[in-house]
């Protein structure tokens, strides 16, 4: 990962690659912000801007040759968006920067110059050239390398609060780059053994414990969601449990996210086109693997249990068929109707182990429906569950800078549940998928304090890169849990 240190030096003086300095869009016109860069150099380009076509909208970046006064060898124009009152808001910033350094591959070096005046925006300037310096070139021979080196200029630079505001940072970009890794993954590299393997080789060294049910302990254990979905594949099931214990925990929060490393659909195949992005159907356990250890990274006063479940959904021989009735764990009766909702099917089974352990609340993250793509598009999460935890998650997001919309769970859709053999079926009415689907989860957590974050469309950035967002795997969502379970810490 691009390293990164914070510097109280001009950087105007400081020797790199490149300066990159904010321009925001104002009634006015582009306007160049105030930061740690001043003077002649500052006044030459704010003349310029208009001349150069800037705007200062979000995602913007021009390059242009330093001058004399600056030691770089380019300067890098980055817009942030529109002012709040007199500055920008911070999510602009980390876009920002975001999109500075994501259009700085194959750079060596850069100085930041963005307002960074406040220990929050140190945060966000930080978070956001991390996250845009992510590259995933794992199959490619020849790829521009990320921005290696980072110097963040503040007025803050020596103090312990900015510090520990860039250690956090790092620590989340090391979460979402850790994601990102594991949704881009092939799978023909990452399925469910191989992505225990990889919990236990990520856990290693940290105070977090790992714990893998293979497919005999799973049927042992009556987990017939995981054991069901798993069985059309030649690669069986799993289910990983990580514990982060810290002594004197003030709450317990489980979290389960969805492994399916590759969905075909099962019996009830998908169309070859839906299938070509159906490595990301495993971004949910990806987002809990990399949360525990943030979590355990921070050391976060919070007892945290996360649950991978994971699975391969494929045609074979073996599959489970429409109309089979599966036995979940803690009993329950499962009709499958559709064996391409079998996202659902494994989060249950997590479900009802994450519960029997007694968390003070649990929350699942999950691809889990093409509904929710349909109602909230491609950036926004979906939200649902007991009404006060749902509220955390969306106050979470908002400090986050993701963004997670409340959804509700209307009762009058849980009887197109209704089995006519079983207890529940696995899919109900076309309308509401989204929120059907959070029905039938809700069926497994009894009475725990719940939410369902639905994040299908947000996992997995299909369109071109944007901000400090790359195309591909996004690491959606890890930013909102982690700041939730800070809360939960009282930080």
Request: no cysteine; proline share 5%; hydrophobic share 45%.
């Amino acid at each position: 990962m691009t390293d990164i240190e914070l510097t109280a030096k001009d950087p105007a003086k400081l020797s790199a690659d490149a300066l990159v300095v904010a321009v925001a869009a104002t009634e006015d016109g582009p306007r160049l912000l105030p930061s740690a860069l001043g003077g002649k150099a500052l006044t030459r380009l704010a003349k310029a801007l208009p001349a150069l076509g800037v705007r200062g909208t979000v995602d913007e970046v021009v390059r242009v040759p330093a001058d004399e006064d600056v030691a770089a060898d380019v300067v890098v124009l980055t817009g942030v968006g529109s002012l709040t009152g007199q500055a920008p808001d911070r999510e602009g910033l980390r876009r920002g920067a975001g999109a500075a350094t994501r259009s700085l591959s194959g750079v060596g070096s850069a100085v930041l110059a963005l307002p960074a005046d406040e220990v929050d925006d140190v945060a966000a300037v930080a978070e956001g050239a991390l996250y845009g310096a992510y590259r995933f070139a794992e199959y490619r021979r020849t790829d521009p390398a990320p921005l290696t080196r980072v110097q963040l200029a503040s007025p803050l630079a020596r103090r312990k609060d900015a510090k520990a505001a860039l250690e956090r940072a790092v620590v989340l970009a090391t979460g979402v780059h850790g994601t990102r890794d594991l949704v881009n993954a092939s799978p023909r590299h990452l399925y469910p053994a191989t992505f225990a393997d990889h919990a236990r080789a990520a856990a290693k060294g940290t105070k977090v414990s790992v714990t893998v049910l293979d497919e005999k302990q799973l049927a042992a254990g009556e987990y017939g969601g995981i054991t069901g979905v798993g069985q059309g594949s030649a690669r069986p099931p799993r289910l990983v449990k990580l514990s982060y214990s810290p002594s004197r925990a003030r709450r317990h929060y489980a979290l389960v996210g969805k492994g399916i490393t590759f969905d075909s659909g099962g019996l009830s195949l998908k169309p070859a086109k839906s299938m070509e992005t159906m490595k990301d159907d495993m971004a949910g356990a990806a987002t809990v693997l990399h949360t525990v250890l943030a979590a355990a990274a921070l050391a976060l006063p919070v007892k945290v249990t996360g649950w991978l479940a994971l699975a391969e959904n494929m045609p074979g021989a073996s599959a489970q068929r429409p109309s089979d009735v599966l036995t979940m764990r803690g009993g329950k009766t499962v009709e499958v109707l559709n064996t391409d909702a079998e996202g659902r099917l494994v989060m249950a089974d997590a479900l009802v182990a994450a519960v029997e352990e007694g968390p003070d609340a649990v929350l699942d993250i999950a691809t889990l429906t093409g509904a929710q793509v349909v109602a909230l598009g491609a950036r926004v999460g979906g939200v649902m569950g007991t009404e006060d935890i749902r509220g955390e998650v969306v106050g979470a997001a908002e400090s986050a800078g993701e963004q997670f919309w409340p959804m509700p769970l209307p009762r009058e859709l849980r009887s197109s549940l209704d089995s006519a053999v079983a207890d529940i079926a696995n899919v109900g009415g076309r309308e509401g998928g989204m929120l059907t689907a959070g029905l039938f989860l809700q069926e497994f957590v009894a009475d725990t304090p719940w939410a369902h974050l639905d994040v299908a469309g947000p996992a997995f950035n299909e369109s071109e890169a944007y901000g400090y967002t790359p195309k591909g795997g996004t690491g959606m969502g890890l930013r909102t849990l982690v700041t939730l379970l800070e809360s939960a810490a009282g930080r």
